[in-house]
């Protein structure tokens, strides 16, 4: 079995953090947290990672431009085709990201209870969960 492994240069930043793959798109996600970008990488015909890359600021920015919403978690969406649910932190939000236009679908205002860290939304029979210790579920 061979391997190949191939480094891909991400723009800058403290903590890079969740990676998923969208098959609509053949592309992957990759979440920076701490200056809230989401970074897309094509997969190439060979099934490696391609050299070109974009990269957006999710969420609010201070006056630098640097992100401060917390991008955190990114999960696909089973019932949206082509889109990826995003969690801002500090923001305390969901994102429906529709990968295919580049375009927000939706935004969740998520409540916050009195745990720290922790945030739980019910919409319709669907609970959705994320904290430092879980992921989002859809």
Same mark, same amino acid.
């Given at each position: 079995?061979?391997?190949?492994?191939?480094?891909?240069?991400?723009?800058?930043? !403290?903590? =890079?953090? !969740?990676?998923?793959?969208?098959?609509? =798109?053949?592309?992957?996600? @990759?979440?920076?947290?701490?200056?809230?970008?989401?970074?897309?990488?094509? @997969?190439?015909?060979?099934?490696?990672?391609?050299?070109?890359?974009?990269?957006?600021? /999710?969420?609010? #920015?201070?006056?630098?431009?640097?992100?401060? $919403?917390?991008?955190?978690?990114?999960?696909?969406?089973?019932?949206?085709?082509?889109?990826?649910?995003?969690?801002?932190?500090?923001?305390?939000?969901?994102?429906?990201?529709?990968? /295919?236009?580049?375009? #927000?679908?939706? @935004?969740?205002?998520?409540?916050?209870?009195?745990?720290?860290? !922790?945030?739980? /939304?019910?919409?319709?029979?669907? /609970?959705?969960?994320?904290?430092? $210790?879980?992921?989002?579920?859809?």
């Amino acid at each position: 079995i061979s391997v190949i492994m191939k480094e891909i240069k991400l723009p800058f930043a !403290e903590q =890079t953090h !969740e990676v998923c793959y969208e098959p609509k =798109t053949n592309s992957v996600f @990759v979440s920076q947290m701490s200056n809230g970008v989401l970074v897309r990488i094509p @997969v190439g015909p060979d099934g490696l990672l391609m050299d070109d890359q974009d990269s957006w600021c /999710v969420g609010e #920015v201070d006056d630098s431009g640097k992100g401060i $919403s917390g991008l955190h978690n990114i999960s696909l969406s089973y019932a949206n085709p082509g889109c990826i649910w995003l969690s801002l932190q500090f923001a305390n939000e969901l994102v429906l990201l529709d990968c /295919v236009h580049m375009f #927000v679908r939706k @935004v969740i205002k998520v409540p916050t209870f009195y745990k720290e860290g !922790e945030k739980v /939304v019910k919409i319709g029979k669907s /609970v959705f969960c994320f904290c430092f $210790s879980c992921k989002l579920f859809f």
